[in-house]
């Protein structure tokens, strides 16, 4: 559990600083969610667990395409 | 390309990929911009309404459609975007000799010969510290530009993240550096010309905010 959450951690700090500095190569587009998905991850993992924590949390990512309205959406 | 020129060809190649994402990423800017001004009040909405995840949406709501927020695409693009990075690092990690390039391009007929020596006097095959820091400078230049750009009129930032952004202003340029400083000058001239076409995004976006 603390595994999973030191690890979105990370991807979260690694995330602001290419958003920030808008390193070349990819395109950062924002997120369409409010929380964003890492935000959500965490919240999913301390409430429902490491699987279906998880599982939640890849449904939401799935979640964010062009066919959504994205918006406020909480776990 | 003229004279078989390999880093005409990588230089020409790059600029057409970041023209074809051009609109996507200017758009993409704005937006990720617009958020950050009014992260302030998401962060005083998440204060006031702490113990209440129904007020705190509603409240959230209301702030995105008053700001009229609208995010694009979400994480689409960057799977479209990820096989191309992928298959242009392959290109050049692998190295480029005519061998690898008839493999590659089976339906193009073989250029025959690949001068690998860019505008004459940089070989394209070979390690090149001082193109490796031209890149670290062109990209601590490119990551300010972009920063005062995200972060513009965000009020009171709060130490915290100043602390944060100072650090992130020189890791990536020291990143490239270590890692142009072994790698085929090629790849470097990539990541050069990729760099000053963002720089040249910015501009735009700044003159036309």
Redesign the interface.
Known sequence: MNLILSLIKIYRTINTWLRATQVPGLVYTPCKFHPTCSEYAELAVQKYGILRGSWKAITRILRCNPFTAGGVDYI | MPKHDLGLAIIVLTVLIRLL?LP??IK??R??RA?NIINPH?QAIKEKHKHD?TA??VA??AL?KEHNI?????????LI?LPI?IALYQVFISGLNPQTLSILYPFIHNPGTINPLFLGFISIGIKNHFLAIVAGVL?FL??RQ??NY??ASSGAANPQMAV??KQ??Y??PVMIIVIGWNIQAGLILY?IT??V??IGE?LYLRRTQ
């Open positions: 994402f996507l990423s993409a800017q937006s990720q958020l998401i995840k705190q949406g959230m709501m995105y609208n995010p694009i695409a979400g994480c689409i693009p960057l975007q990075l990209q490119q990551a972009s920063m995200m972060k944060l952004n992130m202003l890791f990536f990541w990729t760099t076409f963002s910015q």
